[in-house]
């Protein structure tokens, strides 16, 4: 990559460029040689338990960390570099509002910080908070407070914004405007990385999925390249079948697990043949399915066996 | 979806003027100030009552003269250190435990941008209260004479000895401490700061020490230029020098935005 001239700087490069990085607290360590990159133009979702080191990362990203090794760049620039400010697009997970402020009011100030801003009316009619706007920021919604955090880090339309757990405490009709507006930053040509640990938002959103647990990546890819291509038969019975009975009438090579109790899953080669099967021995065994139906991984299952079971 | 069409999200970042973000945030300080019941207390009402009180009834010895004449230009000195002081340092050291200085921060707003803001804000609302102090006092009765051009200088160094103190504090201490800290310190420095109750009450040895305060500095030098007809303020102006560069060097080294 070669720079021409100081306005050249960064162009070309990835939206997010991770390599060694380290994040200690004390004798904690956060992040453990993490390595990964987010493309430009899409929608990166950083994955991970609590305290994965998820916020950590995206806060070295912002330019409000240093981290103690490794290198990161930010569309080819250092995170502190003030180049970089008008360029992103910042919700921190939460706070950052002056309780006292109007909502409104205070997306205006923001938005009077950058050359082309988006209106910050629309933007609070497209976030449904236009009722609200001459609320006090500590009078919203957490759900609210979210919205408008949310107008901000988008209204200096920037060209890669960080989103830290965007639709925590969000209800499903706020969740869909937040995806909404994901997706069209993503159709507008702007990079986003954000970070969750709801799989369905991952899934639904993200064009790239970074797992990461106990600070490193744990896995990397497109959500289908994480599931897989891979099917399974699921049903509902009494619990206690005799799984082992049941997979001896299975074509070789299928697999069948009770988890968790009364839930039944079958992998293999799932089709019509596998599903007759299946239904034949439950109505021999005079045994009732519920909810019989085939689909494939989700990534919930996917990142259930890559950061194990346990409660963090 | 219909609303996102209307919206041009593509992307064209750029950081607005300096002047312009400045105008912005300082007038979101400033409207935050005016309305804030507390800050209001603290920079207007108490000031405004303490002018009225002690000019109408002879609750100080004040010496020769008229009781406003005396009063007047302490209240000036209130004011300022009222709003460059104890308004700031709790403002921002709420800001600073809320993470709206963390949050400005990834703005195109730079730290300088943010303290011209605050300085811009601090000064705009000490305007205010001179102009409401001043009516009060002239309708009084005050009679200002003297050279009140020095009263500028004495009121801006004035300003920023105090900045540095509010800021020092709230840069370094919790919010919670600030809060009390401030409160704290504007009682101290009203009580024996020569702003109601003349300094030569005071046995000789403490009265040179309290003559050395910020509060004492700029109550002097406002009584000498607007009432005893004096010219320049040259040892009140040297005294909050030394705090104003003091305070400020050292806000500056330990300020820590989070």
């Known amino acids: 990559m070669t720079a021409v001239g100081d306005s050249a700087v960064g162009d ?39 305290g994965a080191g998820k916020t950590s990362t995206i806060e070295i990203c912002e330019g409000f960390r240093r981290p103690d090794g490794g290198t990161v760049r930010v569309l080819g620039l250092d995170p502190a570099d003030p180049a970089l400010k008008p360029r992103l697009g910042i919700m921190p997970q939460a706070g950052g509002v002056p309780p006292a402020a109007r909502a409104g009011e205070w997306l205006r100030v923001v938005s009077r910080f950058y050359a082309h801003p988006l209106d910050p009316d629309a933007l609070l009619a497209l976030l449904g908070l236009t009722a609200h706007a001459r609320t006090p920021y500590r009078r919203l919604s957490g759900g609210q407070q979210q919205r408008l955090s949310l107008a901000a880090a988008v209204v200096g339309r920037p060209e890669l914004v960080f989103l830290d757990e965007p639709t925590a405490g969000l209800d499903p009709q706020a969740r869909h405007a937040c995806w909404d507006l994901v997706t069209a930053l993503r159709d507008a040509g702007v990079s986003v990385v954000l970070t969750t640990h709801q799989m369905d938002e991952a899934e639904r959103l993200s064009d790239h999925v970074v797992v990461i647990d106990h600070g490193r990546v744990v896995a990397e890819g497109t959500p289908s390249e994480l599931t897989g291509a891979e099917r399974q038969l699921r049903f509902r019975a009494r619990p206690g079948l005799d799984v082992e009975e049941l997979l001896a009438a299975l074509p070789p090579g299928s697999a069948a697990k009770e988890s968790p109790s009364g839930h039944y899953i079958i992998e293999g080669q799932v089709g019509p043949q596998l599903l007759a099967t299946v239904t034949a021995w439950c109505a021999t065994e005079g045994v009732t399915t519920e909810d019989l139906r085939i689909e494939r991984r989700t990534l919930e299952d996917v990142f259930l066996e890559l950061t194990g079971r346990e409660l963090r | 979806m219909s609303a996102i069409t209307t919206l041009d999200l593509t992307p064209r970042p750029g950081a607005a003027p300096l002047h312009r973000m400045v105008l912005a945030q300082a007038g979101a300080e400033i409207r935050a100030t005016l309305r804030n019941g507390e800050q209001l207390l603290l920079t207007l009402i108490i000031p405004i009552l303490l002018l009225a009180g002690f000019s109408a009834a002879p609750l100080v010895d004040v010496g020769g003269g008229r009781r406003v004449d005396f009063v007047a230009p302490g209240i000036l000195a209130l004011a300022v250190m009222s709003t460059a002081f104890t308004g700031q340092a709790i403002a921002t050291g709420f800001e600073r435990r809320y993470g709206v200085l963390r949050r400005l921060g990834a703005t195109p707003l730079s730290r300088t941008g943010l303290l011209l803001a605050k300085t811009v804000a601090v000064v705009a609302v000490e305007a205010l209260q001179i102009v409401v102090i001043t009516v009060v006092a002239l309708a009084l009765g005050w009679s200002p004479h003297g050279g009140p051009l020095w009263a500028v200088p004495l009121l801006l160094l004035g300003t920023a000895a105090f900045s540095g103190l509010g800021l020092l504090m709230a840069g370094t201490l ?72 003091a305070a400020l060097a050292l806000a500056a080294r330990t300020f820590r935005w989070e």
């Not at chain 1, 997010?16 to 493309?39: M, N, P, Q, W």
């Not at chain 2, 919790?174 to 009203?190: F, I, M």
């Not at chain 2, 005893?228 to 030394?242: A, E, I, K, N």
């Open chain 2, 174 to 245: 919790r919010a919670e401490a600030t809060l009390a800290g401030a409160n704290l310190v504007y009682l101290v420095l009203l009580g024996l700061g020569g702003v109601l109750f003349p300094l030569d009450r005071f046995p000789g040895g403490v009265r040179q020490v309290l003559e050395l305060l910020p509060i004492s500095a700029l109550t002097s030098g406002l009584r000498g230029v607007l009432g005893d007809g004096g010219g320049f303020p040259g040892g009140p102006l040297l005294v909050l020098l030394c705090w104003a560069v």
């Open chain 1, 12 to 50: 070309g490069a990835p939206a997010v460029e991770i390599d060694g990085l380290v994040k200690r607290y004390g004798r904690t360590t956060a992040v453990d040689g993490l390595a990964f990159s987010c493309a430009r133009g899409v929608v990166t979702a950083i994955l991970g338990p609590n």
